[in-house]
C-alpha cells in the first residue's frame, strides 16, 4: 500500500480499510528509518491515523496545516511525496526533521520551537479573510506544547477574533515527559467525557450549535445512525474562551477522525478538535517508554536498544554536579523548561523533589520564576537548550540582569548541534547575551571545567550563563586546571608566534593545532578563553602584542561573540599591525547534518584552521 501513496490524492482514493493497513505500513517504515538514522519516533507513531485523516479531508497546500513543533511531521512527509526521501532523513543535504516551506508547499509553515502553531494559523486565517479568500487553516498542537504562553497568548487572541480556524490538540498526555500544570489538570478531566463517535452526535443539537450549515455537512448528519444520543461539547474553559470544542476523539481511529474533521470544516469561528492518541503507538517498546523514544539515535528494533554505546555528556556531568552542590548549599533549585532529562536533570529531581520544578514548555515563565526565587534568596540554576533561550531574552534582560540577581543560566546544547537543523542550532547565544550588562558569560573547555565553573556560579552572586555543548567532552587530555577567577583566562600553552585565543569546546582543538603547529617550530600561545565576559583583556591584549598574530575560534556566530571581542579589544587598545583571523559561524542559519560536516563546511576544522595559521604566518615571515 505506501509504495503506492505519492500524493495526498493517492490516500485519498483509499478505503477505510486501506487507510487502515496504510497506517500499518507507514508505522512499519518510520520504524525503519528512524532506527537507522535516529529522529522523533514516539511523536510520529503517535499520529499515523490523524495525518492520514487530515489529508484525506483537506486539500494542501490549498488548505494550511501548522504543525506545533513540526516534530510529528514524518507521517505528513511519507503523504506529500517524500516517501523516499524520508531515507535521507536528518541527514546532510537530506530532508529535514522539521517542516520546511522549500522542500514542500504542502509545508505551509516552519516550525521547531514549541507553542507557535495557533498565532501562525491565526495570522493566515486573518490573511485569508482580508483576502477574500476561503480555505481550512489548521494548527495541529501536543498538550505540551499548549502549555506554551505564545499558544496560551494565541488562545486568547483566537476566541475572541471568531476567524475560522481549526486547533487540532492532540492530547497524548506526554510533553517529552509526563505533562505537567493546571491545563494538563483541565485536559484530563475532558478525558473522562464519553468519546465521541460518529453515531452519538445528536442531529437536532448539532443543528442548532453550529451556525453556519454547509451542505456537506447536512449529507455527513444525514448519513449519520438513528438512535442518536448526545453532543459531546462540555462546556468548559475552550467554550468559554470563545472556541467551539469537539471532542474528545480517538486519535487511531481514522472513521471518527475524518468525521469530526469534516464536521469543524463547515464550522465558521474558532474550533478545537480534542484528539487523543498514544504516544510511541504500535511499537510496543517506544508505547512503555515514550520519553526515552521521544527523541533517538540509531536503534536495535528488536530490543529498542541505542547503537551507539551511551558515554556521558555535558548535560549529565551539570545534573551530577548540581545534586552535589545542592547538598551543600540548600538555597540552590533547578528549573526546568520540560526538559528534566535532556538537560541531565532527573537525579536532581529524584533527589530533591522539593527543590525541583519542571513548569512546562515555557521558558520566559522559567527566568521570570527564577528570577522571583533569586529575589527571595534562593540560588535558581536553569539549563535550558541554547536555541530556547532565544524566548526568554527579555526575562534574562528586565527581569534577571537589571535587577542583577543570581541565577544560574546553563545554556544547554550550545554551538551546532547537527541533525536537529537550523531551528535547533545554538550559534546565537553568545552574541544575544554578550549585550547584556551585569551578565557573567562563561564556557567550559572540559567536563572538569564545567564542574568547577558551576561551583564558582552558584558562589558568584550574580546572573551568571554557563554555555556547553551537545555530548561528550573533546579526547584532548589537558595537562593542568587553573582555579577559575572572575574575568580570568588560562594560559595553556605560551609560545611568541601567534595566539590562539579559544572558548569552550573550541579550546581542544586549539591545543592540538598548536601542538601541530609546534612540530613546524611554530610556537602558538593558547589562551583559554573562559570568561566571553567580563573578556580578560589583559591576559589577550599582552599575548597579541608578543605574538602580533591572533586568531580566534568559536562555536557561534561570527557577530558579537569571540572574535568580535577580541577585534574590538584591538581597536580600543590601539594595538597595530595586528595579523587577525576569525573562526566562527557566518551570519546565517546552519541547516542539519552531522557536527563533523558543518564544521568542515564552514571551516571550523582543524585541518582547515591549521591550513589558514600557517598561511598567516608564513604571509607575516614572507613581509618581514
Ligand atoms: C520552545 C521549545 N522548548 C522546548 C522544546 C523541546 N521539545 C520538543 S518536543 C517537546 C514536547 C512536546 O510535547 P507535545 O507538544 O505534547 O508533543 P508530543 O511530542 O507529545 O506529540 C519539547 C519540550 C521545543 N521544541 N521548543
Given at each position: 500500500m505506501i509504495e503506492k501513496i505519492n500524493s495526498p490524492e493517492d490516500v485519498k482514493k483509499l478505503n477505510l480499510q486501506e487507510k487502515e493497513q496504510l497506517a500499518e505500513e507507514i508505522r512499519k517504515y518510520i520504524l525503519e528509518v528512524v532506527s537507522e538514522n535516529g529522529g522523533h519516533l514516539a511523536s510520529n507513531l503517535g499520529v499515523v491515523e490523524l495525518s492520514i485523516a487530515l489529508h484525506s479531508v483537506f486539500d494542501l497546500p490549498k488548505d494550511k496545516i501548522i504543525w506545533d513543533v513540526g516534530h510529528q511531521t514524518y507521517v505528513h512527509k511519507i503523504i506529500t511525496g517524500r516517501r523516499e526521501a524520508l531515507k535521507t532523513l536528518r541527514k546532510l543535504n537530506g530532508i529535514a526533521?522539521?517542516?520546511?516551506?522549500?522542500?514542500?508547499?504542502?509545508?505551509?509553515?516552519?516550525?521547531?520551537?514549541?507553542?507557535?502553531?495557533?498565532?501562525?494559523?491565526?495570522?493566515?486565517?486573518?490573511?485569508?479573510?482580508?483576502?477574500?479568500?476561503?480555505?481550512?487553516?489548521?494548527?495541529?498542537?501536543?498538550?505540551?506544547?499548549?502549555?506554551?504562553?505564545?499558544?496560551?497568548?494565541?488562545?486568547?487572541?483566537?476566541?475572541?477574533?471568531?476567524?475560522?480556524?481549526?486547533?487540532?490538540?492532540?492530547?497524548?498526555?506526554?510533553?517529552?515527559?509526563?505533562?505537567?500544570?493546571?491545563?494538563?489538570?483541565?485536559?484530563?478531566?475532558?478525558?473522562?467525557?464519553?468519546?465521541?463517535?460518529?453515531?452519538?452526535?445528536?442531529?437536532?443539537?448539532?443543528?442548532?450549535?453550529?451556525?453556519?450549515?454547509?451542505?456537506?455537512?447536512?449529507?455527513?448528519?444525514?448519513?449519520?445512525?438513528?438512535?442518536?444520543?448526545?453532543?459531546?461539547?462540555?462546556?468548559?474553559?475552550?467554550?468559554?474562551?470563545?472556541?467551539?470544542y469537539l471532542g474528545p476523539v480517538d486519535g487511531h481511529n481514522i472513521e471518527q477522525l475524518e468525521s469530526l474533521l469534516k464536521i469543524s470544516k463547515q464550522l465558521d469561528g474558532p474550533v478545537i478538535i480534542h484528539v487523543l492518541t498514544k504516544k510511541g503507538k504500535g511499537y510496543e517498546i517506544a508505547e512503555k517508554n515514550p520519553d526515552r523514544f521521544h527523541a533517538t539515535g540509531p536503534f536495535d528494533i528488536k530490543t529498542g536498544k541505542s547503537k551507539k554505546e551511551k558515554k556521558p555528556d555535558y548535560s549529565k556531568i551539570m545534573g551530577e554536579t548540581l545534586v552535589e552542590l545542592a547538598h551543600?548549599?540548600?538555597?540552590?533549585?533547578?528549573?526546568?523548561?520540560?526538559?528534566?532529562?535532556?538537560?541531565?536533570?532527573?537525579?536532581?529531581?529524584?533527589?530533591?523533589?522539593?527543590?525541583?520544578?519542571?513548569?512546562?514548555?515555557?521558558?520566559?515563565?522559567?527566568?521570570g520564576l527564577a528570577a522571583g526565587m533569586a529575589k527571595e534568596g534562593m540560588i535558581p540554576v536553569v539549563p535550558i537548550y541554547s536555541s530556547f533561550y532565544q524566548r526568554a531574552y527579555d526575562q534574562v534582560i528586565h527581569d534577571i540582569a537589571m535587577q542583577q540577581l543570581p541565577v544560574v543560566m546553563c545554556v544547554d546544547r550550545a554551538g551546532i548541534v547537527g541533525a536537529d537543523g537550523e531551528t535547533h542550532q545554538g550559534t546565537l547565544?553568545?552574541?544575544?547575551?554578550?549585550?547584556?550588562?551585569?551578565?557573567?558569560?562563561?564556557?567550559?573547555?572540559?567536563?572538569?571545567?564545567?564542574?568547577?565553573?558551576?561551583?564558582?556560579?552558584?558562589?558568584l552572586n550574580k546572573p551568571v550563563v554557563i554555555r556547553y555543548p551537545r555530548g561528550g567532552e573533546d579526547s584532548y587530555h589537558f595537562k593542568m586546571q587553573e582555579k577559575i577567577v572572575l574575568g580570568k583566562a588560562e594560559v595553556l600553552k605560551e609560545g611568541t608566534d601567534i595566539t590562539i585565543v579559544a572558548i569552550g569546546k573550541t579550546v581542544a582543538r586549539a591545543m592540538k593545532i598548536a601542538e601541530k603547529l609546534e612540530k613546524e617550530e611554530i610556537q602558538a600561545e593558547v589562551i583559554n578563553c573562559r570568561f566571553l565576559k567580563p573578556l580578560d583583556t589583559q591576559t589577550i591584549k599582552e599575548s597579541i602584542e608578543k605574538t602580533k598574530t591572533v586568531i580566534t575560534i568559536e562555536d557561534g556566530t561570527s557577530i558579537n561573540g569571540l572574535g568580535t571581542a577580541v577585534e574590538e579589544l584591538i581597536i580600543e587598545e590601539k594595538l597595530e599591525n595586528i595579523d587577525f583571523q576569525k573562526f566562527a559561524y557566518p551570519d546565517e542559519f546552519i541547516k542539519h547534518g552531522s557536527v563533523e560536516e558543518l564544521e568542515k563546511i564552514y571551516g571550523l576544522d582543524e585541518e582547515n584552521i591549521l591550513k589558514k595559521a600557517e598561511e598567516l604566518i608564513r604571509t607575516k615571515c614572507s613581509i618581514i
Open positions: 526533521g522539521f517542516p520546511k516551506t522549500n522542500e514542500s508547499e504542502t509545508d505551509c509553515f516552519n516550525t521547531g520551537h514549541s507553542s507557535t502553531s495557533i498565532s501562525a494559523a491565526l495570522g493566515m486565517a486573518r490573511a485569508r479573510d482580508l483576502k477574500g479568500e476561503k480555505h481550512s487553516v489548521l494548527a495541529v498542537i501536543g498538550d505540551g506544547a499548549l502549555t506554551g504562553g505564545m499558544a496560551l497568548e494565541a488562545l486568547n487572541d483566537a476566541g475572541y477574533s471568531q476567524s475560522k480556524l481549526t486547533v487540532i490538540l492532540n492530547d497524548n498526555e506526554m510533553s517529552i515527559s509526563k505533562n505537567i500544570g493546571g491545563l494538563n489538570m483541565l485536559l484530563s478531566k475532558l478525558r473522562t467525557k464519553k468519546m465521541y463517535t460518529k453515531s452519538n452526535v445528536s442531529i437536532k443539537k448539532m443543528l442548532n450549535k453550529i451556525p453556519v450549515i454547509g451542505k456537506s455537512l447536512v449529507k455527513i448528519i444525514r448519513r449519520a445512525k438513528r438512535g442518536i444520543k448526545q453532543l459531546i461539547i462540555p462546556k468548559m474553559f475552550f467554550e468559554d474562551i470563545g472556541f467551539r551543600e548549599n540548600d538555597k540552590i533549585v533547578a528549573i526546568t523548561a520540560s526538559m528534566k532529562d535532556g538537560t541531565g536533570l532527573s537525579a536532581f529531581a529524584k533527589e530533591f523533589p522539593d527543590r525541583f520544578f519542571d513548569i512546562g514548555i515555557a521558558e520566559q515563565h522559567a527566568l547565544d553568545m552574541a544575544f547575551f554578550r549585550l547584556v550588562p551585569n551578565v557573567v558569560i562563561l564556557a567550559p573547555k572540559n567536563f572538569e571545567e564545567l564542574k568547577e565553573m558551576l561551583e564558582f556560579a552558584v558562589t
